[in-house]
Every structure is written in C-alpha cells, then in structure tokens.
C-alpha cells in the first residue's frame, strides 16, 4: 500500500508536498506559436491532487502556467492545493509599483488575494537593484499580497546577504542533483543555520537521469527534443561527458533492479535524503505524461548506507559544476537551452549612471548621500583605468549586510563591480585592491569574501586596520582596473 505523500513546513503558515510538480514544460509546450487548452489543462492538474502532490511550482514566464493554476485552483477549491510562483524582472532600475504591478499580475492569473509563495531571481549581483526589488517585496507581504518569500538561483553568499539584511527568506530554488552537487556544501550549511528550505528543481536533469537514457549514444545538443534536454547536456558535458554519466545510469539501474524500480526513483530519491532539501520538483507536461504512481513510489523504500555509498562512488568520477548555485545565469559556461542568455534576456543595462567628463574621463556615480557630502565619484576612469573609490556597504539609506562582515565585503565587492561595469570594465580588470577594517577579529571572513570574488585574478592587495567614518560599517574597499 502506498504511503502518504509526506509534507515540509516550509512556514508556519504554508505546509507544501515533499514533491512538487513543476509547471515550466507549459512554455516548451507553446514554443513557437502553438497553444494549448487552458480548462483541459487544469483539468488535467486534479489526478496530481487526488494522488497527494498537492504543491505546484510556476513562474510568471512559464507560458499560460499561472493562468491554468488559477483556473484549476476556482474549480478544485482554494484550500486543495499551494501555488509556488516567480517573479523574474528584466534587468535594471525599476520602481514600487512596477514590483506592485508584477505581483498583481501573478494575483489576477492565479486567481488569489495573497501568493503563497514568491520566489524572486536576481540576473546581475553587481546592480543593487535586487536589494531594492525584495525589500519592497517584503513591504507588500506586510500588506497581506504575499503570504512567504523565497528566492531562487541566489548564490550562497548573496542569499546570506539578503538575510543579514532583514529579509525573510524562507526557501531558495535551485538546480541541485546527482549531476550539480553545489548545493551540497556553503548553500547547504548556510539553510541549516537560517531554517531556510531548498527546494531542488533539475533533480532528473530533464529526463537524462532516467531509463530512457541507459546504453544510449551521446547525442549533441542541437540534435534533441526538448529545452530541458539541451539544457541538463550541457550539465553533462560540462561535469565530464557521457561516460561518466553512463557509468553513474548503471550504478543506478543496478540499484533499482534491486528495488523493483526505476533509475528516476533511485536519483529523486537519493536528492530527497539531502540535509536542507524540503522538496524536489518534478516537470509535469500536462495532459501528456504524468509519472504519478512513479513519483509516489518514492516512498515506499529507502536506500541503504551501502548503496547512497555506490552513489557517491560514481559521483566522485564528476567533474564540479563549477561556481556556487545559479551562477550558470550570470557568468560562462551558461548553463542554459541556448548555451548563453538570449532566450532569457535582451540587454543588461549598466549598473550605475555614468557621466563624460572630458574626452578622456568618465565617472560613475553610485547615489549614495557619502558622494554628494564629500564631492566625489564612485569610480572615475580616464584613458583605460578605472579608480573606484572607497567603498562601504551602503545603499541608500540602509547598511546592507548587517553586522556580517563577510556580508558587508561582499557587497562593497558587488558595488565596485557595478561601478567597473557601468564604466566598460569588467571585475577581471582589477589589479589593486585596498581593504580598511574597524575590528581586526574581522579578518578572516573579509579575506575570504575577497578570496571568493577576486581569487581567479589575484590582484595585488593591501589590508589596514583603521576607523571607519559611519554608523554600523566594518569594512571599506577601494580598487584599480586597467580595462584590457
């Protein structure tokens, strides 16, 4: 007999399945022009419901996703199910009320008064825009629009950022599966301390971690069916190629002989086991495959020490995705269907207004109420170097980062990137840093900050005890590029 589909408290007020159907085949389904029925469609979400996997996961760009959840959502009972969404905005300044305006959209198609949860994507770190995007988020859920917050493809230490800066982050949304280990390690240990959920999508690599796929010849990218197909080959290729990966689909099928199951039950399950994992989120293509029974089998067996220990064997033949969780979004090798952010993005606009000062010299100014008291810039550039300024973890009128100093370091690293950005630069220009900290006990995780983000170029670099002027800073920085 099956079990019940077991559940996570993702919120005191938001219980969610521990498997939750994810809605993104919606947009592949209607590439290219084609369209669906929308009441079959919804239809067609009341077996998941009836079978216990009662959570469905959505983005405001998933195609008619939030329309057909909504319209299920009237017919089925507003109490029956829980409505995941995402909020991806284009890059850039934007304002309040078009954050207002991007949540009552998501409200109207799905039909509800208060989301249960939003999940929020960030394209560009070095914009301070996403700090100003989640506040004003949060100031709409303490008007009742949104009942939790969530993030989702936020790297280690800009989720810890958001956190140390009063933002009430309850999960983060990232690709996490035997092929991606990433968020095994810092991701992993930074959910535990917060009480912070990962819900794992990419957990069958879009269907390469399955049956189908055993003893079958590498096929490439432009030769398959499916976004989802080109887009977890490139995980593959990436993380070694397709022996390993074929070494890692017999390892499995061995175990789920054992088990009477299949290689898609051993590698969900195996994510399931994972420290700081509430759920896993398995693609739906409505009204075309289901998999329900399958996904239920899930818990009826586990998996012994002895075989999670074969799993880790053939995981260790791997290479690393490299980067920490959602870098595969912001920096090469991008991870995605095309190989590159065209289908995703448009432009990306600079981070920071910038001025011509002669013909030679531009300045970049950052807005912060330090630069219009001193008389300052924020970075300067004349012929092909640019001077950043001494920086500290200010965004308005907010001190981002709270009393993290590694928080503070990054951020100020994030700032002296945008400002290099706007200026034609790029963080791979820098040559010298200089580090002011307030309390020498600080030392270690300012370094290590300054390690993560500048380790791959290795600038010259100088660290100084000293006081810092302001309320609440620990760390100041200052840079050198030479653009190449």
């Known amino acids: 007999m099956n079990k019940k589909i077991p559940t996570t408290q993702l919120a005191p007020k938001l219980k969610i399945s521990k498997i939750l159907t994810g809605l993104w085949q919606i947009a592949d389904m209607e590439r290219d022009g084609k369209s669906i029925d929308l009441q079959a469609a919804a239809r067609d979400m009341q077996p998941y419901v009836d079978a216990g996997l009662t959570t469905f996961d959505m983005a405001d760009h998933y195609g008619s996703a939030e329309l057909i959840a909504g319209i299920f959502r009237k017919s089925a009972g507003e109490d029956q199910v829980q409505l995941l969404t995402k909020w991806v905005p284009t890059p850039g300044k934007g ?11 998501s409200l109207d198609r799905l039909q509800m008064e208060q989301l249960d949860l939003l999940q929020y994507h960030a394209w560009n770190y070095a914009d301070p825009a996403w700090l100003d995007d989640l506040f004003w988020l949060q100031e709409l859920q303490e008007e009742g629009l949104i009942k939790q917050l969530g993030v989702t493809n936020f790297d280690t230490a800009h989720l810890n950022m958001a956190v140390q800066s009063g933002i009430r982050i309850v999960s983060n949304q990232v690709c996490y599966s035997l092929l991606d280990q990433r968020a095994a390690g810092p991701m992993t240990e930074l959910c535990l301390k917060e009480n912070i959920k990962i819900l794992a999508f990419g957990t069958l690599a879009g269907g390469f971690l399955s049956d189908k796929w055993l003893g079958q010849k590498d096929r490439p990218v432009d030769q398959l069916d499916t976004w989802s197909q080109m887009k977890y080959k490139r995980f593959i290729d990436v993380a070694g190629g397709w022996d390993p990966y074929q070494q890692l689909l017999k390892t499995l099928d061995r175990i789920a002989k054992e088990h009477q199951l299949s290689i898609s039950n051993i590698a969900t399950k195996y994510m399931l086991e994972q420290a700081a994992v509430g759920g896993i989120i398995i693609g739906a293509r409505l009204g075309k495959s289901r998999h329900i029974e399958d996904n239920r089998r899930l818990f009826d067996f586990d998996l012994s020490e002895e075989h999670s220990q074969e799993i880790q064997k053939a995981l260790s033949q791997f290479l690393p995705i490299p980067g920490d969780c959602g870098d595969e979004y912001r920096k090469p090798p991008f991870l995605t269907a095309s190989g590159d952010l065209s289908h995703h993005l448009e432009t990306m606009p600079p981070p920071y207004p910038t001025e011509k000062v002669s013909d030679d010299r531009h300045k970049a100014l950052s807005g912060t109420i330090w630069e219009d008291l001193a008389g300052f810039s924020r970075a300067v550039r004349k012929d092909n170097r640019i001077l950043v300024s001494g920086t500290t973890a200010t965004h308005r009128e907010k001190v981002i980062g709270g009393k993290d100093p590694a928080a503070q370091a990054h951020f100020i690293i994030d700032k002296i990137e945008g400002a290099i950005q706007s200026l034609g630069g790029k963080i791979e220009d820098v040559v010298r840093t200089r580090i002011y900290i307030q309390n020498m006990n600080d030392w270690e995780p300012i370094s290590r900050a300054h390690g ?33």
Do not use: W
């Open 95 to 105: 304002t309040k009320e078009e954050v207002r305006t991007a949540i009552q959209r």
């Open 452 to 484: 993560q983000r500048f380790g791959h170029i290795q600038p010259a670099n100088t660290l100084i005890r000293a006081d810092l002027v302001g309320e609440g800073y620990l760390v100041e920085m200052e840079a050198e590029a030479v653009v190449s």
